[in-house]
Nanobody, 120 residues
Framework: QVQLVESGGGLVQPGGSLRLSCAAS????????MGWYRQAPGKQRELVAG???????NYIDSVKGRFTISRDNAKNTVYLQMNSLKPEDTAVYYC??????????????WGQGTEVTVSS
């Protein structure tokens, strides 16, 4: 069993910052790509940022220069630093990870979601 537990969401004013964390635990042999998705009300879930096991990153255009994804492999944790937040960043943010177990099988796991609201 593998769990992804997110933290760090909340209410913030426009222009503010938040840092999301997602820690993986359980029967983990190796963690490959990790990422953050978000889903706003009435919209489809979208990939916000991703990071490979080697540290290569990618972002959707709307967050480039404002968000930074990083990971601590020793802690099995991925972070999303969000600066200069805008109301359109309001969404539920989900952590995702591609994890290999000791059975040599890879699975895709999701966190429970953490709500981010940007409003004055």
């Amino acid at each position: 069993q593998v769990q992804l537990v997110e933290s760090g969401g909340g209410l913030v004013q426009p222009g503010g910052s938040l840092r999301l964390s997602c820690a993986a635990s359980g029967s983990i042999f190796s963690i490959y790509a990790m990422g953050w998705y978000r889903q706003a009300p009435g919209k489809q879930r979208e990939l916000v940022a991703g990071i490979t096991s080697g540290g290569s990153t990618n972002y959707i255009d709307s967050v480039k220069g404002r968000f930074t994804i990083s990971r601590d492999n020793a802690k099995n944790t991925v972070y999303l630093q969000m600066n200069s937040l805008k109301p359109e960043d309001t969404a539920v943010y989900y952590c995702n990870a591609d994890i290999g177990g000791y059975d040599d099988v890879r699975h895709d796991y999701w966190g429970q979601g953490t709500e981010v609201t940007v409003s004055s």
